[in-house]
């Protein structure tokens, strides 16, 4: 893929993906914060500034990597917020609160990027339409289909996926499953990237995101 080729994709792209992974974070800093701990905003990690969330490695390299190579899809990550549980009111439901909050975050966001879609089309239809609605339609349509995908990914139950911490957290403390997946917390990554790797990832996320984005499609219908 050349240069021509990538920098209009960069400019549909570009925005989506800095606001999905950015309010991902900054959601779980906000739970956090409503739960009683107050690090993530100590360390000025509640700003919207996305520079102040940029991982070299999952915003940057990994989506550029991917999209060098024509993947069938995006995906990626910021840098983590700072998070103590020790300051939590009560740990394990405000663990459940906080780790449900970024994907959450992103499910809201597909919802906003489909209604500037919707009204962006509208507007079209009346003015005739231009490049710049093209373009907007286009950048709505990757929103929605990445912050779906990011939740998606997300919810995988498998720590420190927030999924994963979902899971352990609403399962009784004393049930092997939880105590099972505490103990895979340090090799969850590894495992994530093995599926990505052995393109599995696809085939796990593949039929949620295809049904979320059906229904959001259909509610969308029902606007235009």
């Not at 900054?26 to 956090?32: L, R």
């Not at 990505?196 to 593949?206: E, H, N, P, R, S």
């Not at 259909?218 to 235009?224: M, Q, V």
Request: hydrophobic share 55%; glycine share 10%; with cysteine.
């Amino acid at each position: 893929m050349d240069l021509n080729q990538i920098l209009p994709k960069i400019a549909v792209m570009g925005l989506p993906i800095l606001t999905a992974i950015t309010l991902h974070e900054v959601a779980h800093g906000w739970a956090a914060r409503s739960c009683g701990d107050r690090t993530a905003e100590a360390q000025g990690r509640l700003s919207l500034n996305p520079i102040n969330h940029v991982d070299p490695m999952g915003t940057i390299i990994l989506p550029g990597l991917l999209l060098l190579v024509g993947a069938p899809f995006l995906f990626g990550w910021a840098k983590p917020v700072p998070v103590n549980p020790s300051r939590f009111r009560h740990y394990r439901a405000d663990w459940v609160k906080v780790a449900a909050a970024g994907p959450l975050a992103n499910f809201f966001m597909a919802l906003l990027w489909g209604l500037l879609g919707v009204l962006t089309l509208h507007v079209a239809m009346r003015t005739g339409g231009n490049v710049y609605a093209e373009w907007l339609l286009e950048m709505a349509d990757f929103g929605v289909l990445f912050n779906i995908v990011i939740a998606v990914f997300n919810l995988i139950p498998i720590p420190p996926l927030d999924g994963g911490r979902v899971l352990t957290n609403l399962l009784p403390a004393r049930n092997g499953l939880a105590q099972a997946l505490d103990k895979l917390e340090p090799w969850g990554l590894y495992i994530v990237m093995g599926l990505a790797l052995t393109g599995l990832l696809g085939a796990v996320i593949g039929r949620p995101v295809d049904f979320i984005s059906s229904l959001y499609a259909a509610l969308f219908s029902l606007l235009t």
